[in-house]
């Protein structure tokens, strides 16, 4: 399925939903949403059981001109696999920084995030949000192939009411020069709980960003690891590490 530039407008009113489920898509324009000066306020968007391959720049291209004339009370990206991401020149999802156009609620679950180009974020652009905002980012597989200057979340909000993170379950892996990238960016974080997240060995951030009992542990190399990750085949292949056996990552990289 092609598709790209996607944009949302209900004015006044509120929509439920907006759900992507079980869709192979190739975007055909630069971003998925493009969203320019529309007013909506949309409960929950999804993409569940979906394929995203060769994205050219952003899931959530933002441009606003008044408070709050954007919003989205949850965001679900649950059992996905996006494939050659390249947020270069904006963030994967990268929300309003000159207004308030809020995601209150991010949930990235059982899906993969594969990157030739992490410089601006899988998750940026917090810093003119208010209210309660909740991230939660559980059982995915992250791999950035650009080795120098990546940042995977960037989440810096400055005037929100509350900020809880939950990061648990999660492999980073990928090609990453020694004193280069950014795991996590993190400002006013109200509550934190950073759990059973792993790094192949080699892959190394010149900042994490997190307190030491919250690093990541480190499992074998990326080439032992993984089947083909050249072929963007990233099914674990080593069943003796504790990616495997304690089924960190994306499920659908681990076969029995």
């Known amino acids: 399925m ?4 996607m944009s949302i407008s209900t004015g006044d009113n509120k ?3 907006v759900h992507f489920e079980n869709l192979s898509i190739k975007t055909t324009d630069s971003d998925f949403f493009k969203l320019k000066n529309q007013h909506f306020h949309v409960k929950e968007i999804s993409l ?3 394929d995203i391959n060769d994205l050219g720049r952003t899931m959530w291209y933002q441009e606003v001109n008044a408070k709050l004339a954007q919003t989205v009370d949850n965001l679900i990206i649950e059992d996905c696999r996006f494939f050659g991401l390249n947020s270069g020149s904006s963030g994967l999802f990268g929300l309003s920084t000159k207004q308030d156009a809020p995601i209150y609620n991010i949930v990235f679950r059982n899906s993969t995030f594969h990157a030739n180009n992490l410089t601006k974020a899988l998750i940026t652009g917090l810093s003119s949000m208010t209210g309660d905002l909740s991230i939660t980012i559980e059982n995915c ?3 950035g192939m650009a080795p120098v200057g990546m940042t995977f979340f960037d989440l810096s909000p400055k005037n929100t009411s509350s900020f809880t ?3 648990k379950n999660n492999l980073f892996s990928g090609i990453s020069g020694e004193g280069s990238g950014t ?6 974080v109200t509550d934190r709980t950073f ?3 792993y790094h192949t060995q080699g892959f190394v951030m010149n900042t994490w960003g997190v307190n030491d009992n919250e690093l990541p542990a480190e499992t074998t190399s990326m080439s032992a690891l993984f089947t083909d990750v050249e072929g963007r085949d990233l099914t674990i292949k080593d069943k003796s590490s504790k ?3 304690k089924g960190i990552g994306d499920p659908h990289w681990i076969r029995k």
Do not use: P, Q, S
């Open 243 to 245: 990616v495997y056996t």
């Open 183 to 188: 795991w996590f960016n993190l400002r006013n």
């Open 195 to 197: 759990a059973d997240n």
């Open 48 to 50: 569940k059981g979906c």
């Open 141 to 143: 597989t992250f791999i």
């Open 165 to 167: 993170l939950t990061v």
């Open 15 to 17: 929509i439920d939903a």
């Open 2 to 5: 092609e598709m790209g530039n």
